[in-house]
Structure formats: structure tokens, C-alpha cells
Nanobody, 122 residues
């Protein structure tokens, strides 16, 4: 059974840093991504690492967030620097075999974690 498990979310001050982790079990070389959802808003794309190694970022996080992968652990990370209050959201890890055109679309991913809360205080 495929399991997706995020961790690392917490309260952090504006300008601070945080690293989220996502461990995926029982799935070989998936496309993987981070999404986030703030209260009252739709789930939005943050970053993705496709199985071919290509990286994708949402414009508002470019230069501040970095997605990476530890293949040995089948784990992806989201390093978040220079955090802003508008980054406050529940962050979700997603995985699957994703059509290229759906890399930034939540509907392209089959496996999801339960989410981890990131709160950036102003």
C-alpha cells in the first residue's frame, strides 16, 4: 500500500526558514510535488520534481523555495527560505505518474499525504 507522509511544518517568523519532508513508500520513481492550501482558498501548486529530474516552481516561490530528492530514502524535501506571511498554509505532498501538462495541476496526482501546517507570523 502506497503511503505518503509529510513532516516539518510549524510556526516560524517572517524571514525564517523551514524544511518540509515527504517520505513515499511502495512507489518506484514517481513524479512528486508540493501543493499548499490556505483557509478559504483552492489548493495551489508550489513545486514539483518529475522523475526525469526536471524541476518546476510557482512564480511566487522561485528563488526562495527549493525542492530536492533523496533517492535512497524515496523522500523529497521542500526547503523554504525568506518565508512570508502569505506562505501560511497547509502543505501537501503528492505523487504519481503524471502527464507533463498536468505537472502543476492537483488532479494530475493520485497519491496524497495528510498535510503539514506552516504558519508564518508577521
Amino acid at each position: 500500500q502506497v503511503q505518503v507522509r509529510e513532516s516539518g511544518g510549524r510556526l516560524v517568523e517572517t524571514g525564517g526558514s523551514l524544511r518540509l519532508s515527504c517520505e513515499i513508500s511502495q512507489l518506484s520513481r514517481p513524479d512528486m510535488a508540493w501543493f499548499r492550501q490556505a483557509p478559504g482558498k483552492e489548493r495551489e501548486f508550489v513545486a514539483a520534481r518529475r522523475r526525469d529530474g526536471h524541476l518546476y516552481y510557482e512564480d511566487s516561490v522561485k528563488g526562495r523555495f527549493t525542492i530536492s530528492r533523496d533517492s535512497a530514502k524515496n523522500t523529497i524535501y521542500l526547503q523554504m527560505d525568506s518565508l512570508k506571511p502569505e506562505d501560511t498554509a497547509a502543505y501537501y505532498c503528492a505523487a504519481g505518474t503524471v502527464i507533463l501538462s498536468r505537472t502543476r495541476n492537483p488532479s494530475g496526482y493520485y497519491y496524497w499525504g495528510q498535510g503539514t501546517q506552516v504558519t508564518v507570523s508577521s
